[in-house]
C-alpha cells in the first residue's frame, strides 16, 4: 500500500511547546492544549470521502467539533481516542446512521466521491448500499447464514437469479474468510456461529452489497484474540478492493492494520498521519499522551 | 485480624441471607398451592354441577303414524307434515304404555313426562321418511326437564323439593323397569339455539354467536393495533403529541367496559345505523375494548426486538419499511399474539358492554353470520342463570365449562402459533 502521499507535508499546525512540556510532566489534563486545528496529515489527494468542518449534537450536546478530514480511496484509516470521544459517533455520520437517532444533528459538508451525502436528493438507502457498516457487537439476522449473506443483495435487487444470488453468498463468503467454515451448513442459523465467525459473516453481509467503503465500528471488542487475528488479516485482504474506516479502542490493532491514524479526543480531531508516523513521532502531547497510555 | 471479622461479619449475614430466601420461598410456593387450590375448587364445583348439562334423560315411546290422526291425507305435502297433529299420537302412544290412566288432570300429568321437544322429533322423522306413515315405530324423545332433574338426582333428592307428583314417579319408575327411559349424550345441547324449556335450550347460538363476535374482534383489532403499535414504535417522532397520545391509550385500558358499550350504542347503532343485537356491532364495541391491550403489548413486543438487528438491516441500505416488515415484525409477532389472546380471552369474557348494544335479546336461532341476531357465552350464561326452572341450574355450569372450553382452545391455539413462529434461532 501506497503509505507516501502526495501533499506530504499535509496541513500540519504548530504546537506550542507549552502543551509538550505538559505532557512530558506526566499529569495530563484532558481539557487542555486542543489545537485549533487538527495536525498531519489531514487532506489528501484522491480523496474518496472528504469531511469538512463537521459538527455533531445530540440535542444541546456538541459530540464532535469542527472535524475536516479526507479519507483515501482504498485506504485503511484507524480511528482512535479515549472512550466516548466521539469515534463512533463520528464513523456513524459517514452512512448517515446517526439519522436513526432523532436528537442527533450533523452540520457542515460530507462528500462521497464529490457528491454531498447529506443532501436532500440523496436517497440514504443507496448511500448505505456504497458505504456499508460493520458493528461493535456481531448483529446476525436470526436467519439463516445464507439469508444474512443474501438480504441485502435482494432488498436491492442486486441479482436476478437465485443462481446469480447463490454466487454472490458464495463469494462473499469467501472474501470475508468464513465460506470453509460453512459451505456445509448455509441454512443453519448465522446466530449459531461463534463470536469471531458471526462477525465475519456480518462482514460477509456487508460486502454482499458490493460498497465502496467499510466502516467498522470496534468490529474485534467482543472477540477473543485468535478471533480478532483473522478479522485483522480479513481488513488487510479488503484493503485492497475497498476503502476501510475502523474504530479501534486498541492501539495495536491500528498499529497492525491501518496506513493512516485519526486520533480523536473529546470530539476533536486532534491529530491524523501515517499510522507509522502517529505511533513512533506523534506530533501532538494528547497524541503522544494517549499512545503511551498516559490516559484512555 | 481485621480480615477474620470480615469472614465474621459475611458469616453471620449468610445465616440471615438465608433465612430470607427461604422465607420467601416458603411464601412463594404457599401463594402457588392457594392459587391452584382455589382453581380447583372452581372447577370441582363447575364440573360437578354442569357435567349433567351434557346429558339428557330419553324416553322411549312405540308411537303408531297414523294418517288420520295426525291430519295427513295421500297427498301427505310437506305443509301437511309440518302442521300435523304429533302430539295426538304423543299421548296415544302413553295411554296405551298406562291404559288405566283415567281423568283429565290425571292425563294431562302423564302427557307431560314428555317434551314437548318430541314433536319435533316426530315431524323431522316423517318428513325424511314417509314410508313410515302408518307405520308402528319406536321413538326416543327426550324427557321434560323436570322429569330430567328428578331422574338425575333420584338417589339423593328429597321428595318434597322436586317438582314431580307420587303417581308421576310410580310411572317413571315402570317406564324404567321396562327399560324405556336412556340417560344419553345430550347432543342437541350443541346443536341447538337457546329456548325456554331447559330441555330443548341449547348452547350453540351463544357459541357461534361468540365465535363471529371474536372474529370480528380480532380481525378488527389485531391489524389495528399492531399498526398502530409499529407506528407508534417505529416511525412517530417522539414529541408531546404521541407522548399525549401514548398516555391516553394506557388510561383507555383501564376505562370500565360498559363506558365502551354506551359508546357503541351511541356512535356505531345510533349514529352510524348498524342494526343493534348482532356480532358485527359487538365485535365493534369488543374492539374498541381490546385494542387497547394490544396496542401496549404489541409495543412492548416491538421494543424488546435489540436494536442491534434494525442497525444491522438499515447498515446495509434497508429501507425503515423493510427494516419493520423484514425483522421488527417477525421478531415481534410471538409477543404481539400474547397480547391479542389476552385481550380476546377479555373479550370472550365480556358481558357489560354487550348488554347496551342489546346482546341479552332472548335469541332461538342460531345466528349465521355476522349480521345475525346473537347472543355471546357469558351473556347466555346470565341469562340461564336468571331462568328460574331448575334445570336451568345446570345448563348454566355446563355453560361455564363450555365457555372454558373455547378459552383453552383459543389459548391453545395461541400457545401453538407462538411456537411455531418462536421458532428462535
Ligand atoms: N444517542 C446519543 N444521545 C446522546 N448522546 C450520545 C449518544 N450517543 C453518544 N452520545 C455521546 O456522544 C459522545 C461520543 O460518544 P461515542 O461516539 O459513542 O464515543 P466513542 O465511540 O468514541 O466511545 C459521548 O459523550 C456520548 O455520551
Ligand atoms: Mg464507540
Given at each position: 500500500m501506497n503509505q507516501v502521499f502526495d501533499k506530504a507535508e499535509g496541513i500540519s499546525m504548530a504546537v506550542d511547546s507549552g502543551s509538550r512540556r505538559s505532557a512530558e510532566s506526566g499529569e495530563v489534563d484532558m481539557q487542555a492544549n486542543i489545537p485549533s486545528a487538527t495536525v498531519g496529515k489531514v487532506f489528501v489527494d484522491h480523496a474518496k470521502m472528504a469531511i469538512r468542518n463537521v459538527d455533531v449534537f445530540y440535542g444541546e450536546k456538541q459530540a464532535i467539533h469542527n472535524v475536516s478530514l479526507d479519507i483515501r480511496k482504498n485506504e485503511v484509516i484507524a480511528m482512535i481516542g479515549p472512550s466516548g470521544c466521539g469515534k463512533s459517533?463520528?464513523?456513524?455520520?459517514?452512512?448517515?446512521?446517526?439519522?436513526?437517532?432523532?436528537?442527533?444533528?450533523?452540520?457542515?459538508?460530507?462528500?462521497?466521491?464529490?457528491?454531498?451525502?447529506?443532501?436532500?436528493?440523496?436517497?440514504?438507502?443507496?448511500?448505505?448500499?456504497?458505504?456499508?457498516?460493520?458493528?461493535?457487537?456481531?448483529?446476525?439476522?436470526?436467519?439463516?447464514?445464507?439469508?444474512?449473506?443474501?438480504?441485502?443483495?435482494?432488498?436491492?435487487?442486486?441479482?436476478?437469479?437465485?443462481?446469480?444470488?447463490?454466487?454472490?453468498?458464495?463469494?462473499?463468503?469467501?472474501?470475508?474468510?468464513?465460506?470453509?467454515?460453512?459451505?456445509?451448513?448455509?441454512?443453519?442459523?448465522?446466530?449459531?456461529?461463534?463470536?469471531?465467525?458471526?462477525?465475519?459473516?456480518?462482514?460477509?453481509?456487508?460486502?454482499?452489497?458490493?460498497?465502496?467503503?467499510?466502516?467498522?465500528?470496534?468490529?474485534?471488542?467482543?472477540?477473543?484474540?485468535?478471533?480478532?487475528?483473522?478479522?485483522?488479516?480479513?481488513?488487510?485482504?479488503?484493503?485492497?478492493?475497498?476503502?476501510?474506516?475502523?474504530?479501534?479502542?486498541?492501539?495495536?490493532?491500528?498499529?497492525?492494520?491501518?496506513?493512516?491514524?485519526?486520533?480523536?479526543?473529546?470530539?476533536?480531531?486532534?491529530?491524523?498521519?501515517?499510522?507509522?508516523?502517529?505511533?513512533?513521532?506523534?506530533?501532538?502531547?494528547?497524541?503522544?499522551?494517549?499512545?503511551?497510555g498516559r490516559f484512555g | 485480624m481485621n480480615k477474620m471479622s470480615t469472614i465474621e461479619k459475611i458469616e453471620k449475614g449468610l445465616k440471615r441471607r438465608y433465612f430470607s430466601?427461604?422465607?420467601?420461598?416458603?411464601?412463594?410456593?404457599?401463594?402457588?398451592?392457594?392459587?391452584?387450590?382455589?382453581?380447583?375448587?372452581?372447577?370441582?364445583?363447575?364440573?360437578?354441577?354442569?357435567?349433567?348439562?351434557?346429558?339428557?334423560?330419553?324416553?322411549?315411546?312405540?308411537?303408531?303414524?297414523?294418517?288420520?290422526?295426525?291430519?295427513?291425507?295421500?297427498?301427505?305435502?310437506?305443509?301437511?307434515?309440518?302442521?300435523?297433529?304429533?302430539?295426538?299420537?304423543?299421548?296415544?302412544?302413553?295411554?296405551?304404555?298406562?291404559?288405566?290412566?283415567?281423568?283429565?288432570?290425571?292425563?294431562?300429568?302423564?302427557?307431560?313426562?314428555?317434551?314437548?321437544?318430541?314433536?319435533?322429533?316426530?315431524?323431522?322423522?316423517?318428513?325424511?321418511?314417509?314410508?313410515?306413515?302408518?307405520?308402528?315405530?319406536?321413538?326416543?324423545?327426550?324427557?321434560?326437564?323436570?322429569?330430567?332433574?328428578?331422574?338425575?338426582?333420584?338417589?339423593?333428592?328429597?321428595?318434597?323439593?322436586?317438582?314431580?307428583?307420587?303417581?308421576?314417579?310410580?310411572w317413571l319408575a315402570a317406564l324404567q323397569a321396562q327399560g324405556r327411559i336412556e340417560k344419553r349424550f345430550n347432543s342437541e345441547f350443541f346443536m341447538t339455539g337457546d329456548s325456554r324449556n331447559p330441555e330443548k335450550a341449547g348452547i350453540k347460538g351463544a357459541l357461534m354467536g361468540s365465535f363471529y363476535t371474536l372474529m370480528v374482534t380480532l380481525l378488527l383489532s389485531f391489524p389495528i393495533g399492531v399498526a398502530a403499535a409499529v407506528y407508534l414504535e417505529e416511525f412517530a417522532p417522539k414529541n408531546r403529541w404521541t407522548d399525549l397520545i401514548e398516555v391516553n391509550i394506557n388510561n383507555l385500558a383501564a376505562v370500565p367496559s360498559i363506558i365502551f358499550g354506551l359508546l357503541g350504542l351511541a356512535v356505531f347503532i345510533n349514529f352510524f345505523g348498524v342494526p343493534r343485537s348482532v356480532p358485527l356491532v359487538g365485535g365493534m364495541v369488543l374492539t374498541l375494548m381490546t385494542l387497547p391491550t394490544i396496542i401496549i403489548s404489541s409495543r412492548a413486543a416491538i421494543k424488546s426486538v435489540p436494536p442491534s438487528i434494525r442497525e444491522a438491516a438499515l447498515g446495509i441500505g434497508a429501507s425503515k419499511m423493510q427494516t419493520v416488515t423484514h425483522h421488527v415484525l417477525p421478531l415481534s409477532l410471538p409477543g404481539m399474539l400474547t397480547g391479542t389472546i389476552i385481550g380476546m380471552a377479555q373479550a370472550l369474557g365480556e358481558t357489560a358492554p354487550l348488554l347496551m348494544i342489546g346482546m341479552i335479546a332472548f335469541i332461538v336461532d342460531v345466528p349465521q353470520g355476522i349480521t345475525d341476531p346473537s347472543t355471546v357465552l357469558p351473556v347466555q350464561i346470565f341469562l340461564w342463570a336468571d331462568s328460574p326452572e331448575r334445570a336451568f341450574t345446570e345448563k348454566t355450569s355446563g355453560a361455564i365449562i363450555v365457555l372454558l372450553g373455547f378459552l383453552i382452545f383459543m389459548n391453545a391455539v395461541a400457545v401453538f402459533l407462538r411456537k411455531r413462529l418462536e421458532k428462535k434461532w
Open positions: 459517533t463520528f464513523l456513524r455520520t459517514l452512512n448517515r446512521m446517526n439519522d436513526t437517532i432523532p436528537t442527533c444533528l450533523v452540520k457542515g459538508t460530507i462528500e462521497l466521491d464529490g457528491n454531498d451525502i447529506y443532501d436532500k436528493k440523496l436517497d440514504v438507502v443507496s448511500l448505505r448500499a456504497r458505504v456499508g457498516m460493520v458493528f461493535q457487537k456481531p448483529n446476525p439476522f436470526p436467519k439463516s447464514i445464507y439469508d444474512n449473506v443474501a438480504y441485502g443483495a435482494k432488498i436491492h435487487g442486486l441479482c436476478s437469479s437465485r443462481i446469480e444470488l447463490d454466487e454472490v453468498v458464495e463469494t462473499s463468503l469467501k472474501k470475508a474468510g468464513l465460506w470453509s467454515e460453512v459451505k456445509d451448513r448455509l441454512n443453519q442459523p448465522g446466530t449459531g456461529l461463534s463470536g469471531g465467525q458471526q462477525q465475519r459473516l456480518c462482514i460477509a453481509r456487508a460486502i454482499a452489497v458490493s460498497p465502496e467503503v467499510i466502516l467498522m465500528d470496534e468490529p474485534c471488542s467482543a472477540l477473543d484474540p485468535i478471533a480478532t487475528a483473522k478479522i485483522e488479516e480479513l481488513i488487510a485482504e479488503l484493503s485492497e478492493n475497498y476503502t476501510i474506516a475502523i474504530v479501534t479502542h486498541s492501539m495495536q490493532q491500528a498499529a497492525r492494520v491501518s496506513n493512516r491514524t485519526a486520533y480523536f479526543h473529546l470530539g476533536y480531531l486532534v491529530e491524523v498521519n501515517d499510522t507509522e508516523m502517529v505511533f513512533t513521532n506523534p506530533e501532538h502531547s494528547l497524541t503522544e499522551a494517549y499512545i503511551t | 430466601e427461604r422465607l420467601f420461598q416458603i411464601f412463594g410456593i404457599s401463594s402457588i398451592v392457594f392459587g391452584l387450590l382455589c382453581l380447583v375448587v372452581l372447577l370441582t364445583d363447575i364440573v360437578g354441577k354442569g357435567h349433567g348439562a351434557f346429558f339428557q334423560h330419553y324416553i322411549r315411546l312405540t308411537v303408531v303414524l297414523d294418517a288420520e290422526k295426525l291430519g295427513i291425507d295421500d297427498r301427505a305435502t310437506s305443509e301437511q307434515i309440518a302442521m300435523a297433529d304429533y302430539d295426538s299420537v304423543i299421548r296415544e302412544s302413553l295411554l296405551e304404555l298406562f291404559p288405566d290412566v283415567s281423568g283429565r288432570k290425571q292425563k294431562k300429568q302423564l302427557y307431560r313426562l314428555v317434551s314437548d321437544g318430541a314433536t319435533y322429533r316426530l315431524q323431522g322423522m316423517l318428513a325424511e321418511d314417509r314410508r313410515l306413515l302408518g307405520q308402528r315405530v319406536d321413538v326416543w324423545v327426550s324427557a321434560d326437564d323436570d322429569v330430567d332433574v328428578y331422574l338425575k338426582h333420584v338417589d339423593a333428592e328429597k321428595e318434597a323439593s322436586s317438582r314431580i307428583d307420587e303417581q308421576q314417579a310410580l
